[in-house]
């Protein structure tokens, strides 16, 4: 089965007028070279992986997504192509459907060269401890590289859900999973991830138009600093905005390279093609 495809496109010129300069706050100039698949270390976790993540859950919900609507085999292309172009981080989630697809691209690969992300809705201790065993069972590994709460809006979560932390911190001293973390959904819940010694991992919604966030650039920015500072892996979502940006790829990573902030950041590819122009963008923004 043919995983590589060459591309046609071209890919569209930079031009930034359209942004105000509140949408850039806290990016500064390029002054390096990027690529999708350089190795990067997540915070303080020592995981290496691709700086580019390949997200599995454009609009994610009901365990559906873009990415699973492609079929088993076809996501799984999907992923294996990115593999053989050097990406290494699969993200997924038990609310996107996508853990089948996964653990068919696994059967594929070396197991340790992928980092393997989901994300758990659990906000209960014995949920969480259910969740891992069938994740375990559904992507067909003996552990997860990275496990999430999923979707966190609580401003105090870090108290209210300690139970499912406290499960998730056993499972990393057990093994199972090499590091946990969260994904916010409200500034209020972003602050306290900021705040939370147990964050090791957090997953924030970033774009330089503030679509599908959780509260403006600059202010999300600033909190992601924060994250920085402590030591968190920092991993940009919404890079597009939800698709708000897609017509403006260029643009909206070189925004997430230029904020210095970021581990690495997840884009849904949806077409092979597609995840081929964007793996040829990250690198032409910085070049």
């Not at 976790?45 to 873009?66: D, K």
């Not at 997924?92 to 653990?103: I, K, L, Q």
């Not at 997860?144 to 609580?154: A, F, K, S, T």
């Not at 057990?174 to 590091?179: E, L, P």
Request: aromatic share 6%; glycine share 10%; with cysteine.
């Amino acid at each position: 089965m043919r995983r590589r495809e060459f591309i046609t496109r071209t890919a569209c010129g930079l031009g930034a007028a359209w942004l105000g300069s509140k949408s850039w706050a806290g990016a500064v100039p390029l002054s390096r070279s990027y690529s999708a698949t350089e190795t990067v270390v997540l915070g303080q976790t020592g995981i290496h992986t691709s700086r580019l993540a390949m997200g599995t859950g454009t609009v994610g919900t009901g365990h559906h997504s873009h990415q699973t609507a492609l079929g088993i085999q076809g996501l799984a292309d999907l992923l294996l192509q990115g593999y053989d172009h050097g990406l290494r981080f699969f993200d997924s989630a038990d609310s996107y459907g996508s853990h089948p697809h996964v653990a068919h691209a696994l059967k594929s690969v070396p197991r340790d060269k992928i980092t393997l992300l989901t994300k758990s809705w659990a906000r209960e201790p014995d949920a969480m401890r259910a969740d891992l065993d069938r994740f375990r069972q559904e992507l067909d590994t003996d552990y997860l590289d990275i496990v999430l709460m999923h979707c966190l809006e609580e401003a105090d979560w870090t108290t209210k859900y300690r139970g499912v932390m406290d499960v998730l911190s056993e499972a990393r001293e057990k093994g199972i999973i090499r590091a946990h973390g969260c994904s916010c959904h409200t500034l209020q819940a972003l602050r306290a991830a900021a705040k939370s010694p147990w964050v090791q991992v957090d997953f924030a919604r970033i774009n330089p138009i503030g679509s599908h966030m959780d509260g403006d650039p600059e202010t999300v920015v600033s909190v992601l600093r924060e994250m920085k500072a402590a030591g968190k892996a920092v991993v940009g979502m919404k890079i597009l905005g939800q698709g708000d940006m897609r017509d403006r790829v260029n643009q909206a990573v070189k925004y997430a390279l230029s904020l210095g902030v970021l581990d690495a950041f997840t884009i849904g590819a949806e077409s092979r093609p597609e995840q081929l122009d964007l793996i040829q963008r990250i690198a032409a923004v910085s070049a």
